[in-house]
């Protein structure tokens, strides 16, 4: 099964 | 569990686009509107947080306004086969009326009460 996407906390600094 | 529609409208509402070339950061913005009558917090996640830098990355959109959300896509080597599978999602909750400190609203929010729209992510290269 496709595995559901992991959603993370999108950064706002510097990467 | 019947999950709250979202109220904020996205646009685009599916698909983020990022033209190349890719040597350098390229940005996409997604405008966030709020067409309610109650202020709406939000944040953004996605699934490769180290990719991109989203500015704002979370906050509250006042009843009737909207706002413009710089992703910005770190430069990587681009391989026109790749299809990017990256995606982002906008969670949002109605901001309580007497909301005081925003982390208390999501720590304190039930999940019926979460909205949430996700988009894909489009590369393109320069035309030509």
């Not at chain 2, 969670?91 to 929010?109: F, N, Y």
């Amino acid at each position: 099964a496709l595995s559901e996407d992991e959603f993370h906390d999108a950064v706002s600094g510097e990467l | 569990m019947a999950r709250q529609e979202q109220v904020l409208v996205l646009e685009p509402q599916q698909e983020l686009k990022f033209r190349g070339p890719f040597t350098d950061v390229v940005t996409a913005t997604l405008k966030l509107t709020n067409p309610t009558d109650r202020n709406v917090c939000f944040k953004v996640k996605t699934t490769a947080p180290r990719r991109y830098c989203v500015r704002p990355n979370s906050g509250v959109i006042d009843s009737g306004t909207s706002i413009n959300v710089s992703v910005m896509l770190q430069p990587f080597e681009y391989d026109p086969n790749e299809k990017s599978k990256h995606k982002f999602m906008v969670q949002s909750i109605l901001a309580p009326r007497d909301m005081t400190d925003m982390e208390g609203v999501w720590k304190e929010a039930k999940p019926e009460e979460l909205m949430d729209s996700k988009l894909r992510c489009a590369f393109e290269m320069p035309i030509g």
